[in-house]
T-cell receptor, first 117, second 115 residues
């Protein structure tokens, strides 16, 4: 089955530590995205990547970093500079980040809940 | 930049009653519109989408939505809800056209279906 996997489902981190969240897709999609979800705030875009070896900041990129070395993988690192990292993180992908409508439909992974202790 | 407003943060309803979840977006020449559903501690699943054509869009699980350009709205409806429809629902909008545009989400509406 094609889809998006995120691991781990739950993650605990001590303050001051960096942590990396995994996102893998086998949909052969060019574009991938990371969102942060907090209660009552919807989803906010952290980073996105339109193609391998390329990525751009979203609305709340401070304290986060990404890489896109392979088409199927888009890991997110939450650094110690992120002041309030406790949240639910969602990864998504789409055929493309531009182009006509059908290319823009985003498919989501199951999410990773990060808790900073 | 686009903005999306979901007018109700919580909607309680009894089983088998009809429901409408409201979504308004800021004006644009053309838009793509989406409704997603999220069950607790899970990712988002696409319910339906408007890309072009008929303004009445039917989706999964018996949901439908109507695109109203003059009112910049895309309200989600279901004529008879089930307990299993209890979830959070997100409206999302993207500017139309072929260039890159961010998918902007509303704040979400929690639908609770009571027996």
């Amino acid at each position: 089955d094609g889809g998006i996997t995120q691991s781990p489902k739950y993650l605990f981190r001590k303050e001051g530590q960096n942590v990396t969240l995994s996102c893998e897709q086998n949909l052969n999609h060019d574009a991938m995205y990371w969102y942060r979800q907090d209660p009552g705030q919807g989803l906010r875009l952290i980073y996105y990547s339109q193609i391998v070896n390329d990525f751009q900041k979203g609305d709340i990129a401070e304290g986060y970093s990404v890489s896109r070395e392979k088409k199927e993988s888009f890991p997110l690192t939450v650094t110690s500079a992120q002041k309030n990292p406790t949240a639910f993180y969602l990864c998504a992908s789409s055929i493309a980040a531009s182009g006509s409508g059908p290319y823009n439909e985003q498919f989501f992974g199951p999410g990773t809940r990060l808790t900073v202790l | 930049a686009q903005s999306v407003t979901q007018l109700d943060s919580q909607v309680p309803v009894f089983e088998e009653a009809p429901v409408e979840l409201r979504c308004n977006y800021s004006s644009s020449v053309s838009v793509y519109l989406f409704w997603y559903v999220q069950y607790p501690n899970q990712g988002l699943q696409l319910l339906l989408k408007y890309l072009s054509g008929s303004t009445l869009v039917k989706g999964i699980n018996g949901f439908e939505a109507e695109f109203n350009k003059s009112q910049t709205s895309f309200h989600l409806r279901k004529p008879s809800v089930h307990i299993s429809d209890t979830a959070e629902y997100f409206c999302a909008v993207k500017d139309g056209g072929t260039s890159y545009g961010k998918l902007t989400f509303g704040q979400g509406t929690i639908l609770t279906v009571h027996p």
